[in-house]
Nanobody, 124 residues
Framework: QVQLVESGGGLVPAGGSLRLSCAAS????????MGWFRQAPGKEREFAAA????????EYSDSVKGRFTISRDNTKNAMYLQMNNLLPEDTAIYYC?????????????????WGQGTQVTVSS
């Protein structure tokens, strides 16, 4: 079993930055690929970023590429999402997810474990 807890969300003006964290419980954290998804009001949940178990490989959606950076610290069982140059359209609930079956999954249905989410609101 893996439990995921997100933190670091909040209200930030457009152009600002936030750093989200995802704390994971359980063993063998480095064997899990991790990802960040987000769900804006009235929209379906969408992929934002993913990272392989070792942290060597990353993937980003086109909408966040160049502005967001995903990283992980396997010694702390933690994953992060550094978000820079935030836009109002980045407003969403951000979820972290984990799965041991895939190398660097980008599909929502490829993740088995999910956190409860943290709200990010970007004001214009």
């Amino acid at each position: 079993q893996v439990q995921l807890v997100e933190s670091g969300g909040g209200l930030v003006p457009a152009g600002g930055s936030l750093r989200l964290s995802c704390a994971a419980s359980g063993r063998s954290f480095s064997s899990f690929a991790m990802g960040w998804f987000r769900q804006a009001p009235g929209k379906e949940r969408e992929f934002a970023a993913a990272i392989s178990g070792s942290g060597a490989m990353t993937e980003y959606s086109d909408s966040v590429k160049g502005r967001f950076t995903i990283s992980r610290d396997n010694t702390k069982n933690a994953m992060y999402l550094q978000m820079n140059n935030l836009l109002p359209e980045d407003t969403a609930i951000y979820y972290c997810a984990a799965d041991p079956r895939y190398f660097i999954p980008t599909g929502e249905d490829q993740y088995f474990y999910w956190g409860q989410g943290t709200q990010v609101t970007v004001s214009s």
